[in-house]
């Protein structure tokens, strides 16, 4: 089997809010192979536009991400 030209391991990310600690995105997983589509949807606040950003590195986040073999955040 070919190595996923997206894999993601483990992926959390939380902020500081005036309500508390908000736990944005909880242990995902996931990978996406070469010529595969893949979709993201989810409800408002479910947490889908900060995992794009943290995939992007736009938001800190522990886990692994990685792309076309390379690690780019653990």
Known sequence: MPDPILSVRNLSSAYQARRG???AVRDISFEV?????????????????????MLGGGVPCGGQVRIERRTTRR
Not at 33 to 53: F, P, S
């Open 21 to 23: 600690q908000v736990q």
């Open 33 to 53: 192979e070469r010529g595969q589509i893949c979709g993201l949807t989810g409800l408002l606040g479910a947490g889908a536009e900060t995992l794009v950003r």
